[in-house]
């Protein structure tokens, strides 16, 4: 990137959004996004593979945050105590991002394509949730189990943070719905 | 089917496990696994959509078996208690398929495209089972946190029931998965 293309990444990332919003994801070039960001071609392929990568461009750092949580939690904390540290730093990533992350959401529930896509990064964020909560000393069973039960936290909290007119933050509404899984599973 | 052709799709299905197992689901194709049942491609194809199709020909019975037994569940059960009867329900379809569920388990293992097939029906089966826990009456988002619970702990349970050497009923395993998500959600 040069200085004669401030920010192209999130300038293509922005108008990517834009245009599958208003006209569908399957319906978009890439030659229209580079267009609606004002960059070429061949500048939006030096930052994605390709248009559906656009969308999951944060996957990355979202895990990552997600697991060195889990990782850096306090030796005694018991499993599901790392995971809520985990889901109190995921959260820190979407501030200011609300609007950005409805957009994204609605793109991608019209797409079975990228549903597919979706479900493979919670599927990833639960593999490496479970052998980080197994290097903690847990068993590999209860450390899946813990893992999936995050994720599972993890989407309700999100769709409740997305949903129409709701303000509360995400990491308020991720505590809220672990406890709502402690009270459910305790049969409450 | 007629007389001539008995069984021909629990043969075409045996079939095909055997010819994944040995040389690989990708090296397989729909002439070999009709050759090895004795049956002809036509045959194959008025059973099954595709090779593919074969190793996820009960995920409908699978899905309907737990939804049935979550619905049926008496009216006054907490809905983890619904989930329960769901498990419990399921593990009656697996008795007697344990090995074949480990050469299943192998050959999905061994395919990224297997593997997302398997993600599609464990994320279909969660819909359904948080659509049929609202129709008991429970919220939505509690409903969703319910069945993603669930179904983690059907993967657990599972995965133990295939693990080597494991002679426990698929029932029983299922319990004690429950159990331990009680367990870890609970702090302990």
Known sequence: MGRWEPDSRGRLARAALELYSERGYEQTTVAEIAKRAG??????????????????????????????????????????????????????MFDGRREHSRLRQAVIA???????????????????????????????????LTAEAGIAVFKVGFERWIAAA?????????????????AVTAGG
Chains 1, 2 share one sequence.
């Open 39 to 92: 960059l070429t071609e061949r500048t939006f392929f030096r930052h994605y593979a390709d248009k559906r990568e656009v969308l999951f461009d944060g996957s990355g750092t979202l895990q990552e945050l997600f697991v060195e949580a889990v990782v850096g939690a306090p030796e005694a904390a018991p499993p599901i105590d790392a995971v809520a540290a985990g889901l109190e730093a995921v959260s820190t």
């Open 110 to 144: 019209a797409n079975p394509e990228l549903q597919e896509r979706e479900l493979i990064k919670l599927a990833s964020m639960a593999a490496s949730l479970t052998e980080a909560l197994h290097r903690r000393g847990v068993a590999r069973s209860t450390a899946s």
């Open 166 to 182: 709701e303000e509360r933050g995400m990491s308020q509404l991720m505590r809220e719905s672990l406890d709502e899984l402690k």
